[in-house]
């Protein structure tokens, strides 16, 4: 995977702008630079304002090897934003030896010269991505490591672990259990306990990531696609007086208080022969279940107190909202937000109660939010899972070790210790090029 060339690209987004970057970066970069720059040499990251050919007054700033992002020799060029320029400008450093950089390739550099591991590399292309604080917060806590520590931790333990096991193996033919058994438990118990806090998080942080699943729920016609347009002041779910109208889930993005939402609006629950309208309210269903938090929509005071009274403890956070309020014929009933989806009146209130649903202070907390790593350490914990039984069990100590050494393994493939050209082609080529 490691190439010897020297690539270049672009960095700055497609189109016109004040100023636009590209970059340069390889054994030959400095080489190439100098044969274009009316400045004689570029010293190490100092900003040298020079002309490139006839072509721009530019910037140019050199980061020598192994100091600069992807750990080679890397010089990058700020010209006038114009396409054109930053077109000619590339193409004439591809005309003098260099190769135009792939998806990805520069933060692939940088994780095979070990400035990256892969979780931090996965990192920069979230924080790419991130358009919400909460997102922001997330991929920086990602990228600067306080993840990648937990991770580290969990290696370090895991080596001991197998240390512990293999001077156990070492003694076998002496016939004597050497290792500290009720050490190796103890240690072994703190990893799965570790490892299964860490994938607790996973919800939180994938709902930071993607949004936080909030399935709007309730008889038909109570309002529910109109509370839908409301929180997203769009008309997005067609509105209308006959019972059944929504048939399919709907879905909007929202961000309140700097955290989004994913609102799905639902097919109206009731007994029905009309096979498409079942299918919806299935889709309804799978709805509630994915949800972290679920509004339940009524619009008749006498639903309000049997709803609040049988609400599940399945982990989801309940919001009761009492609809239609400007028809000024509920009595106000305790333990319902009172909302007009018609008229806009509660909707901030109802803002406000989705931002709290959301535990702000578990954020601080390192999360769990890439699929992969999830994946990763299911296969650990079921890996752990096994060690563990195996002991109980007096499985031969060799056998024991393959489970360990599997364990170590998929946390490896985490922060990019053990890796394949495949997953790294899927993780790179993810990114825009130019980074
Ligand atoms: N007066 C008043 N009417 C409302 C309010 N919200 C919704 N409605 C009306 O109630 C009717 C049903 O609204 P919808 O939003 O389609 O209801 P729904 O819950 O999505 O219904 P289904 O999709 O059939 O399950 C429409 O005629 C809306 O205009 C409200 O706050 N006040
Ligand atoms: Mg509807």
Redesign the pocket.
Known sequence: MRSNDTIAAIATPHGKGGVAVVRLSGPQALAIALRHLSAGTLEPRHATYCRFDELDDIVATLYPAPHSYTGDETVEFSCHGSPYVQQALLQTLLDDGARLAEAGEYTLRAFLSHHLDLSQAEAVADLIDASTPAQHRLAISQLRGGYAQRLKEMRQQLLDLTSLLELELDFSQEDVEFADRSQLHTLLEQLIAQNDRLLTTFALGNAMKEGVPVAII??????????LNALLGDDR??????????RDTVEGMLTIEGVSFRLV?T??LRETDDTVERLGIERSRRAYDDAMVVVH?V?TPQDVEPLAAQMPQDGKRHIVVQ?????GTDSPTTGALH?????GEGIDRLKQALVEAVDQRSLDEVLLCNVRHRDALLRVQEALRAVESGLESGVPTDLVAVDLRDALYHLGSITGEVSSDEILGNIFGRFCIGK
């Open positions: 309730g008889s038909p016609n109570v309002g529910k696609s109109t509370l779910a067609i509105v209308s007086p006959v019972p059944g109208t929504t609006d097919a109206g929509v619009d609809n239609k309020c400007d028809l909302i007009s989806a018609l008229t």
